[in-house]
């Protein structure tokens, strides 16, 4: 566990500096040669550099998984917390210290399984961060065990003789929980997808998240090879409030005109189909974060609450 978040620094109003990803580059990753995970650190550290964010003024936080070292490999503050556990550290992170960067990583069995009741109430709440789910449909850490995204029938050290429910789906599960306010879609194996929909994601002010589909060569190399094989069995899903990659566009088709503000459409989307669905599925950028909430009642009077509860009513699903 790293628990090196007891000074946090802010940046200087005149700091000027600029940054390489490589600024937020630590040690050499520990993952399997052609893990998915590569691709994801790459990205998060590309768009550090991007958005000018100044290392010491990020956290980021991580449960029990593969994908959880990722603190280890990031040159800001980190905490490697407990299994399930990533979402309450970094909410209460973000409540204390409101002007840190916190950028959240979760695997599948993480987030969806031990982690389900933080994941659904962190949604709820609404706390600007970036959460990150690589969702590699398996436990990999413990060595290929059944996760709740694994694929019915597919073999795994604990149901050899394949999964035996069907899989959860998490842009479903994140599209039924109220004060939902970014919801969205990408995969490590195309990388300008993925750091278009990272920026979207910082950008938006509230609880954004986002699946990122994600390759283990070491137990589920099969579930993403036909969408990697076949582009047009990839749907990208497109707005200007959404994504758009122009680098895509000569080996990646298929498209759809998606506006990420209409919930029904969004729901519509993200129900099982032939396609992998990338993009933003959902946003609403009027969403309250708790922030905002918490503070009305020292500070408010009547007539705010009664506003506040009024644009809690709107947004209600
Ligand atoms: Fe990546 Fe899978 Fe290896 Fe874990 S077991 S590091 S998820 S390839």
């Not at 790293?2 to 630590?26: H, I, N, Q, V």
């Not at 979207?200 to 002010?205: F, I, L, M, R, S």
């Not at 609880?207 to 990697?228: E, H, N, W, Y």
């Amino acid at each position: 566990m790293t628990t090196e978040a007891c000074s946090l620094l802010t940046l200087a109003p005149d700091d000027m500096r600029e940054f390489t990803w490589g600024d937020y580059a630590k040690s050499v990753p520990r993952w399997c040669p052609g893990c998915g995970d590569h691709s994801v650190l790459t990205s998060v550290q590309r768009l550090m550099a991007d958005e000018g964010i100044a290392p010491e003024n990020t956290m980021v936080v991580s449960g029990i998984g593969c994908s959880s070292r990722f603190p280890h490999y990031m040159q800001t503050y980190g905490f490697h917390g407990l299994h399930g556990r990533a979402l309450p550290v970094a909410t209460g992170i973000k409540l204390h210290r409101p002007d840190l960067n916190v950028f959240v990583v979760m695997g599948d069995g993480d987030c969806v399984s031990i982690g389900a009741g933080h994941w659904i109430h962190a949604t709820r709440y609404n706390t600007n961060m970036v959460a990150m789910m690589l969702d590699n449909n398996v436990y990999g850490l413990t060595k290929n065990q059944t996760s709740p995204t694994t694929p019915q029938g597919h073999k795994t050290m604990t149901q050899p003789r394949g999964s035996y429910l069907p899989p959860m789906n998490p842009i479903q599960t994140m599209l039924g929980v109220s004060n939902v306010s970014f919801v969205a879609q990408t995969a490590e194996w195309l990388p300008p997808h993925l750091f278009a929909t990272l920026k979207a994601a910082y950008n938006h002010k509230g609880f954004s998240f986002i699946r990122i589909l994600q390759r283990c060569p070491k137990f589920t190399d099969d579930v993403f090879a036909g969408f990697i094989q076949h582009p047009e069995e990839v749907q990208l899903l497109e707005h200007e409030n959404g994504v758009h990659v122009s680098a895509l566009e000569r080996t990646h088709k298929n498209h759809l005109a998606h506006d990420p503000s209409d919930m029904a459409a969004a729901r519509q989307l993200a129900e099982p189909s032939e396609f992998a669905r990338l993009g933003v599925f959902y946003r609403n950028d009027d969403c309250p974060t708790y922030d905002e909430t918490r503070h009305v009642p020292a500070h408010g009077t009547e007539e705010k609450m009664k506003l506040l509860t009024e644009e809690f009513d709107r947004h209600a699903i």
